[in-house]
């Protein structure tokens, strides 16, 4: 059985008229999410946590405004089971993860668990890494893979950055020739 879960992007004003702040349940947010991404599978925190942690650290992509953040989500996260929904509130899922936008250098995610109606988590990306990082194949979104590409079988993520990685080495040893004869 698959734990189901479901992403949202809600601007950080929102969190803070209420004593909960971001640990508020999502429900009460929920008109103000600028996307509603269901994801099929690996819902729970040591797996989905971590990859919008590594999402939002990767390129820097947390410092963006909710609504350019939201699309890029959807792009980057997008697999052939992950659904967008108009609303919340009629989709079967465990786990809701809020990113709370609005302040490029205070981006938190909050984890809510919605079959024990509690909050897991209100934590930075850099946090929720450490605490719930395991031994996983995670998606490499600062090497420019999306979910999808890495679902994709034909898609060989190791040899892309092997080559990512030689072409690297082949700028900087340009770039010391050009410092050599400058």
Not at 57 to 73: V, Y
Not at 111 to 132: A, G, H, M, Q, T
Not at 159 to 180: G, H, P, T, V
Request: glycine share 4%; proline share 2%.
């Amino acid at each position: 059985m698959s734990t189901r879960s479901l992403i949202m992007v809600v601007d950080r004003r929102h969190a803070s008229d209420v004593e909960q702040g971001f640990s508020r349940d999502p429900e009460e947010v929920a008109s103000h999410s600028y996307v509603n991404m269901y994801m099929h599978h690996d819902g729970y925190p040591e797996w989905q946590g971590v990859q919008v942690a590594n999402w939002l650290l990767a390129f820097d992509n947390g410092c963006q405004d909710g609504a350019r953040l939201a699309s890029k989500l959807v792009h980057d996260m997008y697999y052939d089971s992950c659904y967008l929904y108009p609303k919340m509130y009629n989709i079967d899922h465990q786990y809701t993860y809020v990113i709370w936008t609005g302040n490029k250098d205070k981006i938190h995610v909050s984890c809510w668990d919605r079959y024990s109606d509690r909050c897991v988590f209100v934590l930075k990306p850099e946090k929720i890494i450490s605490k719930y990082m395991k031994d996983m194949e995670y998606t490499d979104f600062a090497a420019g893979i999306t979910r999808l590409e890495q679902q994709n079988e034909s898609f060989d993520a190791k040899n892309f950055r092997k080559l990512q990685e030689k072409y690297q080495k082949a700028l900087s040893m340009l770039s010391q020739i050009r410092d050599i004869t400058n």
